[in-house]
């Protein structure tokens, strides 16, 4: 196979894990300067990243069904490809999830919490753009390793969000609706793990 048709590959794992920053930095901007008027239009805004990600996607497993030769398995291609395009959709949920609960006003730490998925999300990327020399790469490891930690910081904001809102037992209808959020935001972070993990088992294969 040559060298371009193998970087479409690569570079298409990069621009989907770029569509999942975009969406990450969107929600981010959302809950920072939050106007619950202005939530159907930035659904919008949205709905527009997760669509050109789909788009995204469905070019890379329309190329991968007409090849003969791909760098790396086809099971593992559909995965990693399927894992990065759920980054995207569990950010998407968060914003809906935002939506559907009348939500007014943005807790603090959601806001920690978001800031977390950021990190995630760009680290994801980061792997992805180093993906590409994944026989000879020095640095695949450590950016697996940072996932992992973040993912970790993002299950300790979780725990200690759920501890205090829960500690608030005048307000059950906010414990009720915020918990959906916060469970939600945790799974943006779990789907970033779920890609280093595939990542990881490709390199186990491929050693």
């Known amino acids: 196979m040559s060298k371009k ?3 479409f590959y690569f570079e298409n794992f990069t621009a989907c894990a770029d569509y999942a920053c975009q969406a990450a930095h969107l929600l981010e901007q959302v809950m920072q300067n939050f106007d619950a008027q202005k939530l159907p239009d930035r659904i ?3 709905h527009e990243l ?11 497993l329309s190329t991968l069904s007409r090849a003969f030769i ?3 398995e086809r099971e593992d291609i559909m995965d990693l490809s399927q894992n990065i395009d759920e980054i995207t959709d569990k950010v998407e949920d968060v914003l809906f999830r935002i939506y559907f609960n009348h939500i007014e006003s943005i807790r603090p730490d959601a806001l920690n919490m978001i800031r977390i998925i950021i990190r995630c999300c760009e680290s994801v990327r980061d792997l992805m753009k180093e993906f590409a020399d994944f026989r000879r790469s020095k640095k695949l490891q450590e950016h697996i390793i940072r996932i992992n930690t973040l993912e ?3 299950d300790a904001q979780f725990i200690s969000s759920m501890y205090d809102l829960h500690g608030e037992k005048d ?4 414990m009720i609706t915020w918990r959906e959020v916060y469970i939600y935001l945790e799974k943006c972070a779990d789907a970033c793990e779920d890609v280093a993990d595939v990542v990881e088992s490709i390199l186990l294969k491929n050693s």
Request: without cysteine.
């Open 50 to 60: 997760e669509h050109a990600a789909d788009s995204k996607k469905h070019e890379l």
């Open 152 to 154: 970790e910081e993002a």
């Open 171 to 174: 307000n059950p209808v906010q």
């Open 5 to 7: 048709q193998d970087a």
């Open 44 to 46: 919008t805004e949205m």
């Open 70 to 72: 791909t760098p790396i």
